[in-house]
Antibody, heavy 117, light 107 residues
Framework: EVQLLESGGGLVQPGGSLRLSCAAS????????MSWVRQAPGKGLEWVSL????????FYTDSVKGRFTISRDNSRNTLHLQMNNLRVEDTAVYYC??????????WGQGTLVTVSS | EIVLTQSPATLSLSPGERATLSCRAS??????LAWYQQKPGQAPRLLIY???NRATGIPARFSGSGSGTDFSLTISSLEPEDFAIYYC?????????FGQGTQVEIK
């Protein structure tokens, strides 16, 4: 069974940093691209970032470029999202997702990031 | 960035009725469109990929069609568990984007 478990969310002040992690199990992690997708409270889905199987290719939505970094540790079956210079508008539930045909297929349950002073 | 516009925003129907949801792209995305279902408090679930292919385990009452800029998701006969929010998603160009969602509610 595919399982994705996010962690690392919490309350942070504007300008602060957080590192999200996603522990994957139930599939061969090294053979799948992985993504982060977020959802602000009461709003729709927003695609954030994607990383290739080996980690050599990364993609970001414009609003997080230069502030967020996606990475993966294939030895530990773990996906990360380093978030720096956080803004109030980054407040959201962040979902980790496995990719099939370059699109999210299995999703975790999400971790809430709240950016507020 | 490619903008996906979904219509209607809300669809009020009764169980057993047919639901047709629309997604229009701001430029051609060939057939690189997916559909997701999300229920309150849950993560999204992949329904359809590449415009018309059902994902694993998705019932046959869900079907997708379209190409270029105009796409639709049809639920042939609504079951009680189908009342949810539906999102379209494109992977044709970076960044990937989602539509704003269509809520299918019980009439």
């Amino acid at each position: 069974e595919v399982q994705l478990l996010e962690s690392g969310g919490g309350l942070v002040q504007p300008g602060g940093s957080l590192r999200l992690s996603c522990a994957a199990s139930g599939f061969t992690f090294t053979t799948y691209r992985m993504s982060w997708v977020r959802q602000a409270p009461g709003k729709g889905l927003e695609w954030v970032s994607l990383i290739s199987e080996s980690g050599d290719m990364t993609f970001y939505t414009d609003s997080v470029k230069g502030r967020f970094t996606i990475s993966r540790d294939n030895s530990r079956n773990t996906l990360h999202l380093q978030m720096n210079n956080l803004r109030v508008e980054d407040t959201a539930v962040y979902y980790c997702a496995r990719n099939f045909h370059w699109i999210p297929d299995y999703w975790g349950q999400g971790t809430l990031v709240t950016v507020s002073s | 960035e490619i903008v996906l516009t979904q219509s209607p925003a809300t669809l009020s129907l009764s169980p057993g009725e047919r639901a047709t949801l629309s997604c229009r792209a701001s430029q051609s995305i060939t057939t690189l469109l997916a559909w997701y279902q999300q229920k309150p408090g849950q993560a999204p679930r992949l329904l359809i990929y590449d415009a018309s292919n059902r994902a694993t385990g998705i019932p046959a009452r869900f079907s997708g069609s379209g190409s270029g800029t105009d796409f639709s998701l049809t639920i042939s006969s609504l079951e009680p568990e189908d009342f949810a929010i539906y999102y379209c998603h494109q992977r044709s160009k970076w960044p990937q984007t989602f539509g704003q969602g269509t809520q299918v509610e019980i009439k």
